[in-house]
């Protein structure tokens, strides 16, 4: 078990997805994504600029990773397939798939080709149905857990079991319920365009 935290560069509710049933995390971080295993948890919080520094936007326990292709070809995230109908099927993350082995993303997606090695680097898709996600009404993070949160581009892990269940306790404390208790921030055109423009840099490890 670990914990992974970051700064979620935009919250377009496309990286992470908080809709429906599942929470997923299938493009940007993909160090996180490589390595995450079942039952971790991935946290990410608002940047120190936004109008919630450093609150938590999202906490979810990795109930599943699933290799690209799977992702794809799984029915239970065929709705996740981006699409015109709505908002939020327009911010459907499962958009890369194999043709006589090339990677192709679907028309239409939040991310590009130009996204490609980034995206597809992570090897994997991560799905939860534990999850909080609370967007626009991120909460502040208790102090006791301050020490967890990631500074930087990249990402920050504790393997220490007693301080990870100390945290996945709190939140589950604070929140109501478990699911999306919050729309994203940027719920926008403005954050589409945020969202495809935004190539993350290299997602390594805090020291």
Same mark, same amino acid.
Not at 167 to 188: C, H, I, M, Q, Y
């Given at each position: 078990?670990?914990?992974?935290?970051?700064?979620?560069?935009?919250?377009?509710?496309?990286?992470?997805?908080?809709?429906?049933?599942?929470?997923?995390?299938?493009?940007?971080?993909?160090?996180?994504?490589?390595?995450?295993?079942?039952?971790?948890?991935?946290?990410?919080?608002?940047?120190?600029?936004?109008?919630?520094?450093?609150?938590?936007?999202?906490?979810?326990?990795?109930?599943?990773?699933?290799?690209?292709?799977?992702?794809?070809?799984?029915?239970?995230?065929?709705?996740?397939?981006?699409?015109?109908?709505?908002?939020?099927?327009?911010?459907?993350?499962?958009?890369?798939?194999?043709?006589?082995?090339?990677?192709?993303v679907v028309d239409g997606?939040?991310?590009?080709?130009?996204?490609?090695?980034?995206?597809?680097?992570? !090897?994997?898709?991560?799905?939860?149905?534990?999850?909080?996600?609370?967007?626009?009404?991120?909460?502040?993070?208790?102090? !006791?857990?301050?020490?967890?949160?990631?500074?930087?581009?990249?990402?920050?892990?504790?393997?220490?079991?007693?301080?990870?269940?100390?945290?996945?306790?709190?939140?589950?404390?604070?929140?109501?319920?478990?699911?999306?208790?919050?729309?994203?921030?940027?719920?926008?055109?403005?954050?589409?365009?945020?969202?495809?423009?935004?190539? !993350?840099?290299?997602?390594?490890?805090?020291?």
């Open positions: 078990m670990k914990l992974s935290a970051y700064i979620v560069a935009v919250d377009a509710g496309f990286a992470p997805n908080p809709f429906g049933h599942y929470c997923t995390l299938a493009c940007c971080k993909p160090t996180i994504r490589r390595k995450a295993e079942k039952d971790d948890i991935i946290i990410g919080t608002a940047y120190a600029r936004s109008s919630k520094p450093r609150h938590l936007i999202f906490a979810m326990k990795v109930l599943g990773v699933l290799p690209y292709q799977r992702y794809w070809t799984d029915r239970r995230f065929h709705s996740r397939k981006p699409s015109a109908k709505s908002a939020i099927s327009r911010r459907g993350d499962n958009i890369w798939y194999q043709r006589k082995g090339e990677w192709q997606a939040f991310h590009d080709i130009s996204h490609c090695d980034r995206d597809t680097g992570g !090897e994997n898709a991560v799905f939860a149905r534990e999850f909080f996600y609370f967007g626009r009404e991120a909460i502040k993070v208790d102090t !006791e857990f301050q020490h967890l949160l990631a500074k930087t581009q990249g990402h920050k892990n504790c393997s220490d079991p007693k301080v990870i269940n100390g945290f996945w306790d709190w939140v589950t404390a604070k929140a109501p319920r478990f699911g999306r208790l919050g729309n994203p921030s940027e719920f926008t055109d403005d954050g589409y365009r945020s969202q495809c423009a935004t190539i !993350e840099a290299d997602d390594i490890e805090e020291c």
